[in-house]
């Protein structure tokens, strides 16, 4: 069984979620761990290139 969650933004888009357990709480958990996921692509591959900082370190 899974469970759906949906929530419409602002934008209008529609946001949904589907999960396997039962989580009152499941859009804003998300809503957090977009926030993350969104960070951590900026610091790899958009702008930052964290990857290059690491490669440049193990080149010195």
């Known amino acids: 069984m899974v469970y759906v969650s949906a929530l419409r933004l602002e934008s209008g888009k529609l946001?949904?979620?589907?999960?396997?357990?039962?989580?009152?709480?499941?859009?804003?958990?998300?809503g957090q761990r977009w926030g993350i996921e969104?960070?951590?692509g900026m610091f790899k591959t958009r702008g930052?290139?964290?990857?290059?900082?690491?490669?440049l370190k193990q080149l010195s």
């Open 15 to 30: 946001l949904i979620v589907i999960s396997p357990d039962f989580l009152p709480q499941v859009i804003s958990d998300y």
């Open 48 to 55: 930052f290139c964290l990857e290059e900082l690491k490669q």
């Open 38 to 40: 969104t960070l951590f």
